[in-house]
């Protein structure tokens, strides 16, 4: 039987996770699982971390990163996994970002003070761990304060794009880029939770055009019929493309009480035979 003890889509607060890197490896430890990636967005602060804790436990962590891009007017996901995260040129671009990130930041509390929300930067930044700053941080902050009741209501009310106080970054990346970052730094390209974007023939063209590795076909928010869907177009691009995708997929696990279902660690989990099919890549 082939073990289910694979995680390649997880947070921590380098992001917007709710647990340290370390922490979070302790937890996939008491889940039984063996192969994971930390793939915070926009950041690698966290993986030598998590690569040094995984060390302590016998488990292995894949270097990730979730890259924030824009496409055809929607918000993808671009995963990118055994990447360098030494690479000089790298973190100067995410640095570069989390600037704009902060910039942005005082955009939103202005917008927020009009709607009649006062909060200063520290009642955000108390939940950044020294990575990037995102809009989750803020709905954090709103809870705190008593605005809101949980994060989804933030961005309902608030965060949302088309809601009062939204605020777009100030230079969008395109899944192009996340590509070219994503192979000249050694690492292996994947779009994240497709279901969400409905935009299955730019996944084609990125698989003709062979800038995209592989897709994440199982997701926590995949209904079986999504799974089945992206399992058998992954298998029709390899066949009209003549070429080898990687199928990848976790939890997205942030903390406990987030996402569109929320669910603990452990629950959504890939078999290792697809991790260990990346880990061969890889190499």
């Given amino acids: 039987m082939i073990e289910k003890n694979s995680d390649l889509h997880m947070h921590s607060t380098a992001s917007d996770g709710g647990y340290s890197p370390s922490e979070l490896v302790r937890k996939c430890k008491e889940q039984g699982l063996t192969i994971i990636s930390l793939t915070d967005h926009d950041t690698v602060a966290g993986v030598s971390e998590a690569i040094e804790t995984g060390q302590a436990f016998g488990i292995k962590v894949i ?72 809009r989750p941080h803020v709905a954090k902050a709103l809870i705190q304060k008593g605005y809101v009741t949980d994060v989804a209501e933030a961005f309902d009310r608030y965060l949302a794009e088309g809601q009062p106080c939204y605020v777009s970054k100030e230079k969008e990346m395109t899944p192009e880029e996340a590509f070219t970052w994503i192979h000249q730094t050694g690492g292996v390209a994947i779009v994240a939770h497709p279901v969400y974007y409905g935009l299955d023939e730019l996944i084609e063209e990125w698989v003709r055009e062979k800038q995209l590795d592989g897709i994440e076909v199982y997701h926590r928010d995949h209904t079986q019929a999504d799974v089945i869907h992206y399992e058998q177009f992954t298998l029709r691009l390899e066949q009209t493309y003549d070429v080898q995708l990687l199928r990848t997929g976790g939890s997205d696990f942030h903390h406990e009480e987030y996402g569109r279902k929320r669910e603990p660690l452990g629950v959504t989990r890939l078999s290792n035979e697809f991790a260990m099919q990346l880990m061969e890549k890889l190499k």
């Fill in 63 to 134: 270097p990730g990163i979730e890259f924030s891009t824009k496409a055809k007017g929607k918000s993808v996901h671009i995963i990118g996994y055994g990447i360098d995260i030494s690479d000089k040129a790298l973190l100067h671009m995410l640095e570069q970002q989390r600037i704009q990130r902060r910039n942005r930041l005082d955009v939103i509390l202005s917008k927020l003070h009009q709607v009649g929300i006062t909060m200063q930067a520290d009642d955000v930044l108390q939940f950044v761990d020294g990575g990037s700053i995102g």
